[in-house]
């Protein structure tokens, strides 16, 4: 928090050296958000789990309403992440600060996000839609031709699905420090949010996608550990993003409020 671009070593050190003596409190509200992200999932597909038109619409729906409810949970353990790199008190219960704290913009903001995201995604999965729906798919999918050009055509459309799907996580990364942004400065709009992530990730794109894939090897360990590992690993991965945004913060904003934004000065920072 020295107002300068830092090794990731050292975001990483911030980190650590902020949940020092918090782990109960941080692997409590990470147990509480793995197991909410699970049951959004789960929940709906066992409910719903019949392949007649009812059920695909009525799974889609509830998987869209639980996505809402678990991004205002998610929103709180941010917060959760973000007081603690400042040394402020935290407990489980500010898993809820969402749900106090102008819940309409958290949602409205997430569904612009990811309305954007679909949008994207949908806009790189024509390609595989118009192959599919190709004379030469056809004849190959109709036919049977082959087991290797069935393979081969099933491959072209999950390729494509791939593709789009790291298109839409790509577009997203400006989006990633709007909840950060909105947890700082209670009340403030959604769309300003948005837009100040991107001003706080201007020439850092790139930056912060080396940052996320510094963890891919925590992340692989902490996978073959029945996922218990994640109940350390997640927090400390959010606390590393949470020291990246605070970086940012401070080069941008480096005077006045030590901590949140006055919402009137939104903006008014020199891109970096």
């Not at 671009?5 to 911030?14: A, D, H, I, V, Y």
């Not at 992530?197 to 090897?217: A, D």
């Not at 996922?227 to 945004?245: E, K, R």
Request: overall charge neutral; some cysteine.
């Amino acid at each position: 928090m020295n107002g300068q671009k830092q090794k990731f070593s050292e975001l990483k050190k911030q980190a650590r050296e902020a949940m020092a003596g918090r782990c109960g409190t941080l692997v409590g509200a990470t147990a509480i958000n793995l197991f909410l992200t699970f049951s959004c999932s789960l929940i709906p597909t066992l409910i719903f789990s019949g392949t007649t038109l009812y059920d695909i619409i009525f799974l889609n729906l509830t998987l869209f309403l639980f996505s809402l409810l678990l991004s205002l949970f998610q929103a709180g353990y941010l917060k959760i992440c973000l007081s603690t790199l400042r040394g402020e008190p935290i407990s489980v219960g500010d898993m809820l600060y969402a749900f106090y704290h102008h819940p309409d913009q958290y949602v409205l903001m997430f569904l612009i996000i990811n309305g954007i995201s679909s949008v994207i995604a949908l806009i790189s999965s024509i390609p595989g839609f118009q192959y599919l729906s190709s004379p030469s798919a056809e004849l190959t999918l109709g036919t049977a031709l082959s087991i290797d050009a069935e393979l081969s055509s099933l491959m072209n459309v999950y390729v494509y699905k791939l593709i789009g799907s790291l298109v839409s996580t790509l577009v997203l990364v400006p989006f990633s420090l709007s909840t950060f942004v909105m947890n700082d400065a209670p009340g403030i709009g959604p769309i300003q949010a948005i837009r100040q992530s991107f001003v706080l990730m201007k020439k850092n794109f790139f930056r912060y996608i080396l940052l996320l894939l510094s963890f891919l090897g925590l992340e692989i360990l902490a996978s073959c550990s029945c996922a218990i590992g994640f109940l350390w690993v997640m927090p400390y991965m959010q606390i590393t993003m949470a020291a990246f945004y605070q970086e940012r913060k401070d080069i941008l904003y480096p005077a006045s409020e030590p901590v949140g934004y006055d919402t009137d000065s939104f903006g008014s920072g020199t891109d970096l």
